[in-house]
């Protein structure tokens, strides 16, 4: 598997690689001054000729980083999920997409594309997230909670049954969501 970006989050998703015993190749950052990452040697600027075969992920915490960046690369994409994550198998993860160390993601929940599933965080049983999205740490999405693309459901945030939140809102940590949010909407 090849990494894009060299920052704190690539650490984690090498911790989930490596805990599922899969060997991370290589990380691609345009800027980054590093040689090596945990021992992942940082290749510089990406490019498809890099190991063409090798999956990829986009390694970087910013949802709108993360789309720009799946625009431009032309590798396939891989998940990441941690050996302590449970994923259920009647869930559907989309390509690209991490879950970190007790993540819950249970039956028919529908995760999108390069989607942060961190730390606890929780995922009921039919929920639809969208693409993009990144469930903070301790984060709950009760049952059948629609979640719109790009949208960061922050630290400990709870999500309420049936409730449906827009694109590219943002859920601030500690919030309890009750309601429906719309696009670009924001809940402290």
């Known amino acids: 598997m090849l990494l894009y970006g060299a920052g704190g989050h690539a650490k984690v998703i090498i911790e989930c690689l490596h805990s599922q015993g899969q060997r991370t190749q290589g990380i691609f950052d345009d800027a980054s001054m590093l040689h090596d990452l945990l021992g992942v040697q940082v290749l510089g600027i990406y490019s498809l000729n890099v190991l063409p075969e090798a999956k990829l992920i986009i390694a970087i915490g910013n949802n709108r980083v993360r789309e720009q960046i799946s625009r431009m690369v032309q590798h396939q994409f891989g998940v990441a ?29 529908r995760i999108g594309q390069h989607c942060i599933i961190n730390t606890a965080a929780v995922v009921e049983h039919d929920c639809l997230v969208g693409d993009f999205v990144h469930i903070a740490p301790n984060a709950t999405l009760c049952g059948h909670v629609e979640v719109g693309t790009g949208t960061l459901i922050g630290a400990g945030a709870v999500v309420t049954p049936c409730v449906k939140i827009g694109q590219w809102a943002t859920i601030h940590a500690g919030a309890s969501v009750t309601t429906d949010v719309p696009d670009f909407g924001v809940v402290r």
Not at 82 to 104: F, I, P
């Open 81 to 109: 999920m941690h050996r302590l994550a449970y994923c259920s198998e009647y869930a559907k993860v989309g390509a690209g997409t991490v879950a970190m160390q007790y993540t819950v993601i249970q039956p028919d929940a």
